[in-house]
Each structure stands twice: as C-alpha cells, then as structure tokens.
C-alpha cells in the first residue's frame, strides 16, 4: 500500500471512529445517530466543529468540555485511534499476499460496525438490532461486490463458514439457556462466519478458536485477580469480534502449513 492510501484509509478511519462514538453514545439509549448535533452530556452546550476533531480536539481540551470543564472519557479518542489503525491494517490486509482488495469495502463496514459493538457489548451487555441486523444486507452486497471485483465466488467456504459459526454459538446459547452466550452473539456469528469463509474455512475456523482462547484468558485472569466470581457474566460479543480479527490474519498462514504449501 503506499503512503498516501494509507494516510488516506487512516483519516477516513479516524473520521468513521469520531462517528462511532456518536453510535456508541446514543444506540443503547435509543436516540437517533442523525440528530440533534453532539453536545455536551454535561452541559448541554453544542460541540463547536473545531472541538470535534478526531484525537486532536481531546488533546488540546486536555480531555475536558470546553464549556464546563467536565471530563470527556478518554474512550473517545481510543474509538477515533482505534478505528484509523483498523481502516489501515484492513487495507493492508486487503492489499497484502491475499488479494482481497474487492473484500475492502465490506471489511471497513464489518470492522467499523464491529469497534461500535465492542465498546456497546462490553458497557451494555448487549449487540444492539440495529447494528447487527443490517450487516445481514450489506454483507450480501459486500461479499458479492468482492466477487464481482475479485473474480473469484467461493459460495461454499463462505456458507461452512456461516455455518460453522451458528452451529457452536447457537449450539452454546441452546445448551446453556442464553448464560453463556447472548442471543446478541447467535445473530452476529452467521455475519462473521461468512465473512470468514470467504476467505477461506480456515480462517472461519481460527476465527472461531481464537475468540474462545481471547474469551478464555480474559476470563482467567478476571477470576484469578478477584475481579469476576463464577457467577460474573461476560459479554462474548468482543471475544468474537477480535477472534474473527485473529482469523482474518492467521487463517490463511494456518491453511497453508497444514496443506504443506
Ligand atoms: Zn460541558
């Protein structure tokens, strides 16, 4: 990739991140993304434009509003940095030994979407219908944008994937009655899984691994350091999200040292 895509990917990311925090605020409480403009939770006064620069604006204001001095969560400008770096990592990924480039546009959706349930799941407990139901759609149109681009229609990795992905998530949320597993999780696996598969099933495989050894080891340490008991629930939609992340990159290194190429 050269610098100036990734510098653009990075800047559109950072601007995609600025409008996530706007998501991630007013999802759970149901209100609208489009309007009113962002204000102050504290104070209610409107954010001025120069204030609603990704990452800068939180520096300069050394984190707090302008107008009352309230402290504004650092979480802002990690959604903002941490949106930019995925934008850059998928187009490199997307750009790399792959060649997924026709894959790109439906990743940036997926990945966006996917920091927004994140921070959502991990505060609320819960992956919001209005975030995961769509991705049903624009996954359609994404993957067949990729086929389109990239040549290539593979139909029934995608398709083990998805199923591979419903089969242990639903099958978990089945057997343990909705503890272990939100129904949240059972609507967003199908999406991942797909997407995955695409790229190949060993990369939905991985994926899938990856977001159970993620949930294992957060919940370990949790319990070993006293900060979870065994009762404690812990939101999986992050685990899953960052393991399909993990499959994206090592699935397809993995397939090819098992099939000795
Ligand atoms: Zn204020």
């Given amino acids: 990739m050269t610098l100036v895509a990734i510098a653009l990917l990075g800047a559109i990311g950072l601007l995609v991140g600025s409008f996530l925090n706007?998501?991630?605020h007013r999802v759970p409480l149901g209100t609208s993304v489009a309007r009113p403009r962002s204000a102050c939770p504290h104070c209610g006064h409107p954010i001025r434009a120069r204030d609603n620069v990704p990452v800068a604006s939180w520096v300069l204001l050394r984190g707090?509003?302008?107008?009352?001095?309230?402290?504004?969560?650092?979480r802002y400008p990690l959604v903002e940095l941490a949106t930019g770096a995925v934008w850059v990592g998928l187009g490199s990924w997307a750009t790399g030994p792959g060649d997924q480039i026709g894959l790109l546009p439906w990743l940036l959706v997926l990945g966006s979407a996917g920091i927004a349930l994140v921070v959502?799941?991990?505060?609320?407990?819960?992956?919001?219908?209005?975030?995961?139901l769509p991705l049903y759609p624009a996954g359609v149109i994404g993957?067949?944008?990729?086929?389109?681009?990239?040549?290539r229609w593979p139909i029934?990795?995608?398709a083990v994937g998805a199923g591979i992905w419903l089969a242990v998530i639903g099958g978990l949320w089945a057997v343990s009655r909705g503890r272990g597993m939100g129904f949240g999780d059972v609507k967003l696996a199908p999406v991942l899984g797909v997407t995955l598969g695409w790229v190949g099933v060993s990369a939905a495989v991985v994926g899938l691994g990856a977001a159970f050894v993620a949930g294992g080891i957060f919940g370990a340490v949790l319990l070993l350091s006293g900060r979870a008991g065994r009762g404690t629930h812990l939101a999986f939609g992050p685990f899953l999200i960052v393991g399909a992340a993990v499959g994206l990159?090592?699935?397809?290194?993995v397939a090819r040292l098992y099939l000795g190429a």
């Fill in 143 to 151: 993957l067949a944008l990729a086929g389109l681009i990239g040549g």
């Fill in 120 to 132: 959502i799941d991990a505060e609320h407990h819960r992956l919001p219908n209005v975030i995961v």
């Fill in 249 to 253: 990159v090592l699935g397809p290194p």
């Fill in 156 to 158: 029934a990795a995608a």
């Fill in 64 to 74: 707090r509003c302008r107008d009352c001095r309230a402290p504004i969560p650092g």
């Fill in 22 to 24: 706007v998501v991630i």
